[in-house]
């Protein structure tokens, strides 16, 4: 039971794309955060087992394993992050292992036998540099027959008119979406009423996540609405000209006619408005 995923994890961990943020690069230049190997050790292994990471870093392998009840080993060549796993791991003060071993000399064991292993995960999908992944379905989904391919989310909190939060905790940013600080609260409401109660899809680009690890994208209702593209449109926003993203072109346009169209009605004689 301890080792069981629910049908929800299953789902997520199993799809062709995983969401979560990055982790600020302090004490290692390049560490993973921890729900990477959080999802993977509890898709391939069971509690109790011995997880193996060959290049330990800042131990977050290690860290995962231990919060997941499996044991874990790490190899790390370099001596300056003995300090730096040790903190990570609470060693030797830690109460996450049941029988810690921090081995500085480790001994020139020989390679490891992989033939003892009771199972091995192949990866059954060969990489081709020509391939667009973005248009790859990896993995497998419980109930295939009544799922959709599209992954869908609702809006949970809109915090500004770019940054969003998502069912399941996902924190978006619209790309392209500059902010008028003036026209904030308007934005915001046109946010909200546009996504309330409708379900949500999205779309990236080459540029993953910003610098606070907030996933960039273009966000779509299920009826395919542009929301990236109402929202400039609607003019309460402004168009984000300095960065390079596939639908620039697209924004820059929709804002200038957005601004034509607002001149255009200002200058109306009153007696055409009405
Ligand atoms: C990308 S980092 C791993 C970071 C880790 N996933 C984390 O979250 O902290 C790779 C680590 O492998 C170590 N490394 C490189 N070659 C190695 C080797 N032959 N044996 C053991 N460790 C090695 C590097 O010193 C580096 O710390």
């Given at each position: 039971m301890e080792s069981k995923l629910t049908r929800e994890e299953w789902n997520e961990y199993f799809s062709s794309h995983w969401y979560f943020p990055g982790v600020k690069q302090s004490e290692h230049l390049a560490m993973f955060p921890e729900e990477l190997p959080r999802r993977l050790i509890k898709m391939f292994s069971f509690a109790g087992e011995t997880v193996f990471d060959p290049f330990l870093g800042s131990g977050t392998t290690s860290l995962a394993a231990s919060r997941l009840n499996r044991n874990s080993i790490g190899y790390e060549i370099n001596p300056d992050y003995i300090p730096v796993i040790k903190e990570k791991l609470g060693f030797p003060q830690s109460d996450l292992f049941n029988a810690v071993e921090f081995c500085?000399?480790?001994?020139?064991?020989g390679a490891l036998s992989?033939?003892?292993?009771p199972y091995r995960y192949i990866d059954p999908h060969r990489l081709d540099?020509?391939?667009?992944?973005?248009?790859q379905t990896y993995g497998s989904k419980i109930d295939q027959n009544t799922a959709s391919r599209e992954e869908f989310y609702s809006v949970k909190?809109?915090?500004s008119p770019n940054l969003l939060v998502l069912s399941g905790g996902l924190r978006i940013r619209l790309i392209g979406v500059k902010i008028v600080p003036g026209t904030k609260e308007e934005a915001i409401s046109y946010l909200r009423e546009k996504c309330r109660k409708r379900r949500v899809f999205l779309r990236f680009d080459?540029?993953?996540?910003d610098p606070d690890g907030n996933r960039l994208c273009y966000l779509y209702l299920d009826n395919k609405t542009f929301v990236n593209l109402h929202l400039i449109r609607s003019g309460f926003v402004e168009v984000d000209e300095e960065s390079e993203y596939k639908h620039k072109k697209k924004f820059v346009g929709a804002r200038k006619n957005a601004e034509r169209v607002d001149i255009e009605q200002r200058d109306k004689p009153v007696s055409t408005q009405l």
């Open positions: 500085e000399d480790f001994p020139d064991t992989f033939d003892v292993l540099k020509k391939t667009d992944i973005k248009k909190e809109v915090l080459t540029e993953q996540y």
